[in-house]
DNA sequence: CAGTTTACGAGACACGATGTCTACGATGTC
DNA sequence: GACATCGTAGACATCGTGTCTCGTAAACTG
């Protein structure tokens, strides 16, 4: 693989800087986020020690830098989904629905949580499967009684519930995370709207504006 | 720190695995995932190293074993909500309520994410920010033109949006991802409902089923 | 085409962290 | 008081780190 010699060199050096990206990306993802090594990656890339430290000074800027093309390509991404798009509702749905797609795809990469480090741990995983199951068996319940809304299992419910609450990390007041877990309540209730599990793309526009949900 | 020589052996072996986990959050979330090691850990713990390496082999373990005792002290705690409460509607909003404030206590801990360690650099901070600008100004001016909520900040709700999207690595399926989506937006929607900054504890259960959006 | 610049790889180096082991002192248990 | 257990300090080989030099090959310059 050393032998990628590019027509010039701005594009060689691009070109080993992204191998570099990859080859890290996929130890991390593979081995942990502690036990990446500059030698290793040096090794799986196929290029010298002493070049790769020519390119980055250590691991972490590595990490740090495929972050950074990570970001910077899903935003530029969903700006396009956005601009192919008219009106703020159909836009916020449209590049929603884009983010969660980028942010299935990009799981296992070792996403954007140390989950991958820590999930390989059986204890761990047994853990937040009792979490995951206290919040699913209240939906569930909640459901039955018409509490919340039956038109989703409980169990992707639950996960929502649990990804959508980890933003009070984020917020700056007691308060805000008090509305936060009411804005993520109208998530649960919300009656029971048509089925959504399908293709959005000929739903939003016309309906859902000021018709609001009349079926059901 | 090392004559902490408690009564019996046992409850000294508790205290000092507790002192090993604690100065391991400690130094974690100082100096990153990456950077901590077992000589420091042993040294801010004030035992020698060689007994370090009696109670647990090595960094990952540790931060295993503290992940473990978070969480299995979270979910006490949320059972303990649980219990004190009645009806599932209730039990969940109380529970999520615990969940949210956990969750904001235990930020900078290192949380459950490696953000601790990334985002300590500027640029990555700052494209999450676009990133979360974007979504913020749909969200603002969806709530002028009516089709989200605006009795909360467009910047909660957007805070909001991009951590319950995240769930989405975590599900099983592109169309359960839709139905999430789905779900993220009916937070946003929920008309314009009683400012709900404060207690909750005596709205949701007569309201908001049947009566749907009336205002606006 | 010849000369210069740039990038690479291999090897060497000192340093720190690792994981293991031994010997010895201190503490709790019987 | 005898014994088992725990903690500490020190030694050790090994590995990753960060820096450096040297020799080579490719790309840019005229």
Chains 1, 2 share one sequence.
Not at 5 to 27: G, P, Q, S
Not at 65 to 89: F, K, P, S, Y
Not at 108 to 135: K, P, Y
Not at 136 to 159: C, Y
Request: include cysteine; proline fraction near 3%; charge should be negative.
């Amino acid at each position: 693989m050393p032998k990628l010699w590019n027509e010039t060199i701005e594009t060689h050096r691009r070109a080993v800087r992204d191998a570099i990206l990859n080859t890290t990306a996929e130890l991390t993802a593979e081995h942990g986020l502690r036990s990446v090594t500059m030698s290793q990656i040096a090794e799986n890339a196929g290029i010298g020690r002493a070049t790769l430290y020519k390119y980055f000074p250590d691991v972490e800027a590595i990490l740090l830098a495929w972050h950074d093309r990570q970001i910077t390509e899903h935003l530029r991404q969903l700006a396009e989904v956005r601009d192919q798009t008219d009106g703020a509702g159909e836009q916020l749905e449209a590049v929603l629905r884009a983010f969660a797609h980028i942010s299935r795809q990009s799981r296992g990469h070792h996403g954007t949580e140390l989950s991958a480090f820590l999930h390989r741990d059986e204890r761990v995983v047994r853990a937040q499967q009792r979490l995951h199951g206290m919040i699913r068996d209240l939906v569930s319940e909640g459901a039955q009684t018409g509490v919340f809304r039956d038109d989703i299992a409980p169990d992707e419910l639950a996960t929502y519930c649990l990804h959508a609450l980890t933003a009070a990390a984020a917020l700056p007041s007691e308060a805000a995370a008090n509305r936060l877990v009411t804005v993520t309540l109208s998530g649960l209730r919300d009656g029971h709207p048509t089925p959504d599990d399908r293709r959005p793309t000929s739903r939003h526009q016309h309906q859902e504006r000021h018709t609001e949900r009349s079926g059901h």
